[in-house]
């Protein structure tokens, strides 16, 4: 089976842009987790998607959005950026029970100037 | 709110010595505990998990870690390790039930370095 594929593996952008990653999750899997990496604050997570609905959201500003598909790809949105924003973002995705690990894809990262 | 204390930051191991990275937990109820590692440049990789039954839990690459109720810890060990094995190592926590068994809470991570 193919893992995990986030797209773009990288991206620049600038202060007060917006940007849209996108996540395509292992075939079969339903859940898709979102998480930033920085080294500051280390791995935090955003969200997570099942069958198109959020069932849980981290501790992050609205600015930070997103969405799941009928086919279970994924996108997360990140409105008016911030110098902050630069980061490692991580796709993870399972078959939709707590008792399963997550499979992580090879992140995207964003730098913000 | 569940937590994941890694308390050292690296952990310095020479080749062919067994190695030990501690993670300790705090959850509500019972835990799913994972073990993941990540490369430069990579995402994380999973090595291994605790669900239920038997402390003792085997993974990839030969790691495996030992389950510890009463000390709520989860460290991860191999009885010889390689030079291959050096990354940095995520302990993480999820509970049985509620709304944070949707998400995984990390701890900082533990840079392992094997020395040849």
């Known amino acids: 089976k193919a893992g995990v594929t986030q797209t773009p593996r990288y991206l620049i952008k600038t202060r007060g842009q917006q940007v849209t990653l996108s996540c395509s999750p292992i075939?079969?899997?339903?859940?898709v987790s979102w998480y930033q990496q920085t080294p500051g604050q280390g791995l935090q997570f955003l969200f997570e998607?099942?069958?198109?609905?959020?069932?849980n959201k981290g501790n992050f500003p609205g600015r930070f959005s997103g969405r799941q598909f009928s086919n279970s790809r994924s996108e997360m949105n990140v409105s008016t950026l911030e110098l902050g924003d630069s980061a490692l973002y991580l796709c993870?995705?399972?078959?939709?029970?707590?008792?399963?690990?997550?499979?992580f894809g090879p992140g995207t990262r964003l730098t913000v100037t | 709110a569940q937590s994941v204390a890694q308390p050292e930051d690296q952990v310095n191991v020479a080749e062919g010595n067994p190695l030990t990275v501690k993670c300790t937990y705090s959850?509500?109820?019972?835990?799913?505990l994972f073990w993941y590692v990540q490369y430069p440049n990579r995402g994380l990789q999973f090595l291994l998990k605790?669900?239920?039954?038997?402390?003792l839990v085997k993974g990839s690459y030969g790691f495996e870690a030992e389950f510890n109720k009463s000390q709520t810890s989860f460290h991860l060990k191999k009885p010889s390790a390689l030079v291959s094995d050096s990354a940095l190592y995520f302990c993480?926590?999820?509970?049985?039930?509620?709304?944070?068994?949707?998400?995984?809470?990390f701890g900082k991570g533990t840079k392992l370095s094997v020395i040849p």
């Open positions: 993870a995705s399972s078959p939709g029970t707590t008792t399963y690990e997550q499979y």
């Open positions: 075939s079969g899997h339903r859940s």
């Open positions: 998607y099942f069958s198109e609905t959020q069932r």
């Open positions: 959850v509500s109820g019972n835990p799913y």
């Open positions: 605790y669900i239920t039954g038997d402390n």
């Open positions: 993480a926590v999820r509970p049985h039930s509620g709304a944070g068994s949707y998400q995984l809470t």
